[in-house]
Each structure stands twice: as structure tokens, then as C-alpha cells.
């Protein structure tokens, strides 16, 4: 039987480079990093240690102003269009 060795946040913060658990636990949460799940522990395995160091060696992703899409502007939603008869009196009463 092959065991694999866990660490909790915390050893993962000692042995590793990282700014704090807490920034560990973002990227956990966010799915940028690799890492067990339960309840409300988080837990890394050594390939997942691995893979943090891999992350961490390769530094943050520098994205040209050239290839982000700039955000659409939303459209002018009529505040009125979703309200009752009623309500729409009321706003109309109260803008006027």
C-alpha cells in the first residue's frame, strides 16, 4: 500500500515560502492550487506541496492590457419594467 504523507496549512507554511496561511488557503479556495478538502480543513499532500512549489516558482501570470477584454458596459435596465402597477405609481409619485 502506497501512503502518502499530509500537512496540515500551517506545516505547509513552515516548510514553504509562502506569505501566510491565509493567502494559502485563498488560492485553495479559489482552485488556483491543489489540495484536500474536509469540512473546513484544508490539507496538502506532498505532490500537492510539489505543485505549490512549481506555482510559486513560476510566478504570478502578467497579462498585456492588449489581451484582456475590456468589460462590456451594461445596458440601461428601465428601473420600472419589473415592478408592480402599484409600485410604479409610488416611483413616479416620488420622482415627480
Known amino acids: 500500500m ?3 504523507r ?7 507554511v ?20 491543489r489540495g484536500r ?3 473546513r480543513i484544508w490539507s496538502m499532500t506532498e505532490s500537492d506541496v510539489a505543485y505549490l512549489l512549481e506555482y510559486m ?3 504570478p501570470k502578467v497579462v498585456a ?12 435596465v428601465n428601473v420600472a419594467a ?6 410604479r405609481k409610488r416611483l ?3 420622482s415627480a
Not at 499530509?6 to 505547509?12: D, I, M, P, Q, R
Not at 492590457?65 to 440601461?76: F, S, T
Open 2 to 4: 502506497n501512503e502518502t
Open 6 to 12: 499530509t500537512f496540515t496549512l500551517a506545516e505547509v
Open 14 to 33: 513552515e516548510r514553504v515560502d509562502v506569505p501566510s496561511e491565509l493567502w494559502l488557503r485563498r488560492r485553495l479556495n479559489a482552485g488556483t492550487l
Open 37 to 39: 478538502r474536509a469540512g
Open 57 to 59: 516558482a513560476r510566478g
Open 65 to 76: 492590457a492588449e489581451q484582456v477584454a475590456p468589460n462590456p458596459i451594461p445596458p440601461i
Open 82 to 87: 419589473g415592478l408592480s402597477a402599484k409600485s
Open 92 to 94: 413616479s409619485a416620488q
